[in-house]
Every structure is written in structure tokens, then in C-alpha cells.
């Protein structure tokens, strides 16, 4: 919860911030804006009907009542001077229509459109079309939210950035220098931190819905890589098969051993080896001929070895059509990008989706990437032409009749009616008692309470997730996700560092501690690829892309450029007279741990034997690493340094 006392009152001068459709959406978007000291304006068609009764009085003098598609009411609203439009009706056709008039009025302003998922395709070509407009769909950022919820396992969050996978959890890698903790507002300094880290470090891929074939496609491939040698792929391919699979191999290999033996009777086992490839392969004519000789073979067995070949023959030919048809279906989906349907097998411990429509698509899109079974109720045809890859049931009862005996991992019920979604909640709890439920609350500040009666189930709200984005990209950021960790909402942003910029200079530990932003990536200028999880001295130039997670608190304090001091102090003796070789090994320690320049950490040393040095924690403790290593007397302290450092 943002503190209302933090945030500066409205400055002189100051633009405002436009606020068009006051619904609950929108008064949630206010309530976020009121603690930052931001002048307001407001529009809406009719006197809106508050959520607080104090908001009646307070903002009934900044609210202009017209349509928000009219210039005159844009202009007396004051449109024109606003630094951000925020177009936030429930209609996102009104919305869009709204946008084009703001843009004609002001060039500059930053414009956020509220859209609903028929007009998403036509949001994208605006923000690619229209300087500063960005298009925020509360209901799809919920796609996310649900994903972590649902999503077996012990990590709280998982997500991309720059190509990388990353994931929030409460345990620790042995190797720090891939790790960082994560930033939430109002916790106390390394008491019961998270961490995220990036996913390729430690973690393996999960099972799910395969192809037929699959499991014997990738016991081939585990067979050509090391250290997973014969003997560990065949034993694996057979927990992972089927009944059904495990007879067709078993027939087809005894087949061959005995074909060996019969049809190599009179020309040795090279020969019958030979023939048994062949028939196995689908031919006939060559094997036989082969078999019968010159001479025409031995009449009195021809019946018998006819019919044995013709039988060999045509299994060969169904084996050979198999693999065919495989082959040409993979090609087939690789080239149209179609994906097919997979089945359950014994061992799936699958994901239920009850409705959603294009929401619960999004959903299932991620789980089926991380190879999870997913099955979906969904009635509509258009919904079930779009996710190829999921399990389908028409009804619920459908779906639990086909479910029946297994252990369902996570359930999460999206039909968008509350008392039916909290009926089929407590009805699927008594059902599977150990899995994860999900719903969606459709007003803000109930999801926690709610989830609570419902024994733990996670109530997810669309509108405070897609309230703190709007907030967000009205300040000029570019929302990436939003999850919601530990009862925050911390915002994937990514962001530019340009010249003059005032995190140019400093290090990455300073945007830490100092912004609470916690930093995923950087992306230097020439770079080949990103750098997951810098270190803490990294510096920052001109130039670098970074992909953050944040609070709206932090992006708010980053905006106006109050960075909080350093909460840790070093103290050090250097010895006198300081040696040339030690002073320029001191000089480059400080230089890279506290993004000094070589110049000013060279005068420090000179102009001060004793010195205390305000330090943020991590950054101290590298330091301390390195004076021990010179012999250097040091000591690091921790909250006590705080009052020691520059206001």
C-alpha cells in the first residue's frame, strides 16, 4: 500500500493528469494517482457514483462532465496541457475513438487506452502507428497472475525478460552471482527476502502432453547425449510409455528375432537377416525370391513361407506408413504452425481451465509451452479452433467424468459469474482437495479476503493488476507483465538510460537499494546478447537497457529522482605511507564497487587514512572481500552507516 505522506504535494506549474470514465476501473487508476501529489483532472459522461464517500466532495470540483470523444470537452477538460490521458471506459471502442481526438489536441501527452479483447489487434497498430500511446487490456494481464497461481512447483513467479527466464522463490542457489533479491515496499532490509534468479541455472523442464512418438523420439536423442548412457534412456522410455506402446515394440522385436531364425534355415543368419529387414520394411517381391532361390525353393513349404513372408510383409508395410505418416505430420505442423491435440497419459497430473474464452487461451498457451496437460471446458467452437493443443470437454461434468481417478494439480474457474465460479470452487475442492484453485474477482480489495474463506484458493483482480500498469505507462514506463508476489504488484518495466539521465553513473546496487527497483538484465550497446542478474558494482551508461521489476512506489521515486542513502558504512585503516602498488589496487577496488571515478577514489585515499565510506550492503560486502585480501583493517556495519551518508 503506497504511502499517501511520501508523495510531494502537486508542484507549481506541475501538468496534470487527465482521467476520461470514471467507472470502478477508473476510480481505481485514482486511487492509485491521489498519493502521488499529481494534479488531476477528470472526465465522464455523468457524475460518477464514488467508491469513498469523501471522494464526493474532494473531486467533484476537478470533474468536467461530457463525452469523451468531443474535442470541446476535451479541450474544458484541459487535455491540451495534460501530461497523460488516461482513457479508461469499459467500452474500448469509445476508448480508441477517444484517442485519435487526444492526439489532435496534444502531441505530446501520454495517451493510455483501455481495451477489451475484440480491439486488441487494433491497439497494437495504434502503438505502432501513434507516438506515446500504449493499450493496457486489464483482463489479459490477469493471464499472467493466473499462470502463477496454477503453475506447480515452489517458485512464486516466473516470467521472460530479454530472452531470459527468471524465477522468484524463497531458496537460495549456491552460487550467489546468479541471484538477487527481490523489492517490496514496506519490508525490512534482508528479513525473509525473495530471490530471483534466472531459470537455465538450476532448474529442469517439466513433462507434459506429448505426441505419440515423442517418448520414443526423445529416448534416441537421450541415448546420443552423455552422461545418460542405454541402459538409463531405455528405463526411462519405459515409465514414460504407454501399455499399448510397450506391446507394439515388444511384438514387433519378437517378430524380428524370430524371422532371423526362420528365414535364415538355409542360408545362415546373414541371410536371415537380411530377408526379415526387408519384409519389415514393406517389401515382398526381393525377400521372397531370395527365400525361393533359383529353383523355385522347396515346393513342399511354399504355402507355409508365402504366407509367413505376406504376413511379415504387410506389418512391415503398416510400420513403414506409421513412420511416414509421423514424419509428414511433424513437417506438416512445423510449416503451417498448426498444433495438434494431445491426450493424458497414466502418470499427468493435468491443469483444469473452466471457461475464460480468450483469457483462458493466453493461460493455456503458457502452461502448454512449459509442457504442462492442460484440459479446458469450453462450449464455443471459435474458442476451441484457437488452442490446437489443449484437452476439450463441453461441460464441467464432461470434463470430471474424463478426469475421474486422477489427481488434477490445479483448477482455475474463469466463466466471469462469481457465484457460479465460487460454487464449482467449493464443489472441486471436495473432489480434488489437493489442488491449486484460481478465480477472478470482479471489484478491487476483495482477492485476499475472499481466497481466505475459500480455504487458500487465489482470487486474482483484474482490475488492480491493470490499475497499477495504467498508472505505470501514465508516468512514461513500458509495462512488460505485472505480478503480484507476496500481496504486491511488482511491474516488469523495461527501460532506456539516456543521456543526462540520472542513473547514469551510478551502480546497480544503488538502483536497488536506492529505488527498490530490483534490476533482471542489462542490455549494453553492442552487447551480443543481454546480461542476466549484473553485479552490483555494474555501472550504468548511456545508452544500457534495463529490465527491472518494481512497485509503483519505486518508479514513482525513481521519476523524481529521490534515491535513498546508502544504510551501511565502512570503515577502514590504511597504512602510512600507502604504498604506490597497494594505493593503485585500493583505487581500482573502490572505483569498480562504488562507481567512483579512478581520480576521486585516488584523492579519497591520499586526503584520508581513516575512512568511513556510506556503502550499500551488498556492494560493502565485496569490498570488504577485497581489502581483507590486502591486508587492509576493515570493518562493515550495517543501519548504523545510514546517518552517516548525504540527505
Known amino acids: 500500500m503506497i504511502n499517501a505522506l511520501d508523495g510531494p504535494g502537486p508542484g507549481p506549474g506541475m501538468a496534470p493528469v487527465l482521467v476520461c470514465g470514471l467507472g470502478a476501473f477508473g476510480q481505481a487508476v485514482i486511487g492509485r ?224 528375432l524370430a524371422g532371423i531364425r526362420l528365414f535364415g534355415s538355409q542360408g545362415g543368419w546373414v541371410q536371415g537377416l537380411f530377408v526379415t529387414s526387408a519384409l519389415l520394411k514393406g517389401d515382398y517381391v526381393d525377400p521372397t525370391n531370395v527365400l525361393l532361390g533359383p529353383q523355385g525353393g522347396p515346393h513342399g513349404s511354399d504355402g507355409v513361407l508365402v504366407t509367413t513372408t505376406l504376413l511379415y510383409s504387410l506389418v512391415g508395410t503398416l510400420l513403414s506408413s506409421a513412420l511416414v505418416a509421423l514424419i509428414l505430420d511433424q513437417l506438416l505442423l512445423a510449416r503451417l504452425g498448426a498444433r495438434r491435440t494431445g491426450r493424458l497419459r497414466r502418470e499427468d497430473q493435468p491443469i483444469l481451465l473452466v471457461g475464460g474464452g480468450s483469457l483462458a487461451t493466453r493461460v493455456a498457451q503458457i502452461l502448454g509451452k512449459e509442457r504442462h496437460a492442460v484440459v479446458r471446458v469450453e462450449a464455443e467452437e471459435k474458442v476451441r479452433q484457437e488452442d490446437g493443443q489443449s484437452l476439450f470437454a463441453t461441460t464441467l461434468e464432461q470434463a470430471r467424468v474424463r478426469l475421474r481417478g486422477r489427481a488434477v494439480r490445479s483448477v482455475a474457474l474463469l466463466s466471469g459469474q462469481l457465484l457460479a465460479d465460487l460454487q464449482g470452487t467449493l464443489e472441486l ?107 552490483p558494482g555494474t555501472l550504468l551508461a548511456a545508452g544500457d537497457q534495463l529490465v527491472v521489476l518494481a512497485s509503483l512506489h519505486a518508479l514513482r521515486r525513481l521519476e523524481q529522482g529521490r534515491i535513498r542513502p546508502p544504510t551501511a558504512v565502512l570503515t577502514l585503516q590504511l597504512p602510512q605511507p600507502l604504498p604506490p602498488e597497494l594505493a593503485l589496487t585500493l583505487q581500482q577496488s573502490l572505483a569498480r564497487r562504488l562507481g567512483m571515478a579512478p581520480a576521486e577514489a585516488s584523492a579519497l585515499l591520499h586526503a584520508h587514512p581513516n575512512l568511513r565510506l556510506p556503502v550499500d550492503p551488498d556492494c560493502g560486502a565485496l569490498l570488504l572481500r577485497d581489502l581483507q585480501r590486502q591486508a587492509i583493517q576493515v570493518s562493515l556495519e550495517g543501519e548504523a552507516g545510514a546517518s552517516l551518508a548525504p540527505g
Open 429 to 535: 475442492q471436495d473432489l480434488w482437495p489437493g489442488a491449486r484453485f484460481a478465480l477472478l474477482a470482479r471489484s478491487e480489495g476483495t482477492g485476499e479476503r475472499l481466497g481466505n474463506l475459500l480455504g487458500g484458493a487465489s482470487v486474482i483482480s483484474p482490475i488492480e493488476l491493470g490499475a497499477d500498469v495504467v498508472v505505470a505507462t501514465a508516468f512514461g514506463e513500458r509495462v512488460e507483465g505485472v505480478w503480484r508476489i507476496r500481496g504486491q504488484n511488482l511491474l516488469q518495466v523495461r527501460y532506456q538510460v539516456c543521456p543526462g539521465d540520472t542513473l547514469v553513473g551510478n551502480t546497480v546496487s544503488r538502483l536497488d537499494h536506492g529505488y527498490g527497483l530490483t534490476v533482471l538484465s542489462l542490455q549494453r550497446t553492442g552487447q551480443p546478447r543481454p546480461l542476466a542478474i549484473p553485479s
Open 33 to 256: 494517482l491521489l498519493p502521488f501529489g499529481i494534479p488531476l483532472r477528470l472526465l465522464d459522461r455523468a457524475p460518477p457514483d464514488w467508491r469513498k464517500p469523501e471522494w464526493a466532495e474532494t473531486l467533484q470540483p476537478l470533474l468536467t462532465l461530457g463525452d469523451m470523444r468531443k474535442p470541446h470537452a476535451l479541450r474544458l477538460a484541459g487535455a491540451e496541457q495534460a501530461r497523460s490521458v488516461l482513457l479508461l471506459s469499459s467500452d474500448g471502442g469509445i476508448n480508441v475513438e477517444a484517442a485519435l481526438q487526444v492526439r489532435l489536441l496534444n502531441a505530446t501527452a501520454e495517451i493510455v487506452i483501455r481495451s477489451s479483447g475484440d480491439l486488441d489487434g487494433l491497439g497494437t497498430l495504434l502503438e505502432q502507428r501513434l507516438p506515446k500511446v500504449a493499450v493496457v487490456n486489464p483482463q489479459m494481464l490477469s493471464a499472467g497472475a493466473l499462470v502463477q497461481a496454477l503453475r506447480p512447483g515452489p517458485q512464486l513467479a516466473r516470467f521472460e525478460a530479454q530472452g531470459e527466464t527468471f524465477e522468484v522463490r524463497e531458496t537460495p542457489l549456491e552460487d550467489h552471482r546468479f541471484q538477487r533479491p527481490v523489492r517490496l515496499e514496506g519490508a525490512a532490509e534482508g528479513q525473509g527476502s525473495l530471490l530471483v534468479m534466472p531459470l537455465r541455472f538450476y532448474a529442469p523442464q517439466p513433462r507434459g502432453l506429448r505426441a505419440p512418438g515423442h517418448a520414443l523420439v526423445s529416448t534416441l536423442v537421450a541415448v546420443l547425449r552423455k552422461p545418460v548412457g542405454p541402459a538409463q534412456a531405455l528405463l526411462r522410455w519405459v515409465r514414460q510409455s504407454t501399455l499399448l506402446q510397450r506391446l507394439l515394440v515388444a511384438v514387433v522385436l519378437l517378430m524380428a
